[in-house]
């Protein structure tokens, strides 16, 4: 495969474009403001980061059109091709845990509240999001309020203050943001949103900062997309190296 090939959403299958058309459709502002007052609690569950891994292990990602492996080889790929580039060890941990947020699954939250690539809520949907016009049947798209570029947000008002759908990024964002640095934190908590870093769609709510952020996650979705057709990673062998690394970051157990 080369790197054209990845994110084909033309050629995708049935599965993600019934995903997009759901998760178009039923992401509203309201909706990711409860669900993330919701989760922002912490208090859905107790555990550490490597339980995590290994409970997301049976998941697949209905919305990725690149990849059948599963999350734990997931993020080991990923993990593994920001460690051979020698980068430092946050950077290598960013890559293990990014895709965490995904045990939201397990929580019983559905596959379009927890993957896909994210948008902002609370202003127009830019044609830069993939499958555009399954929003004409999300209710925001027929409110004035929500209907102009910046719609209710100031321009400039920055990244972290508007309300993006909600999803795996932002929760991991929010169980994470006590022990990563703020790079790290970009990287988790932008890394789903594609019309934000790899378009130039919502310039006008970008802040001091943001355009910094972005290259960060930029940094390191070449390690999110690239490393899916390498070969599956050896999960016992690589378990001491991980946990080790965890545990310079991350305390035993954490609130989830
Ligand atoms: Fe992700
Ligand atoms: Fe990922």
Redo the contacts with the bound molecule.
Sequence with gaps: MIDDDYRDYDRADAHVRRFYRLNHERQTLDFARERRRHYAALNTARMGIWEACETLDTLV?DSDPDTGLSQIEHCLQTAEGIRRDGHPDWFVLTGLV??L??ILCAFGEPQWAV?GDTFVLGCAFPDAIVYPEYFAANPDAADARYNTPVGIYEPGCGLDNVTLSWG??EYMYLVARDYLPEPALAMIRY??FYPGHSTDAYRELLGPGDEERLQWVRRFNRY?LYTKHDSPPDIDALRPFYQDLIGSYFPAEIAW
């Design positions: 990602d990014h895709d947020g995904k993957t795996h990024d890394h789903s999110d």
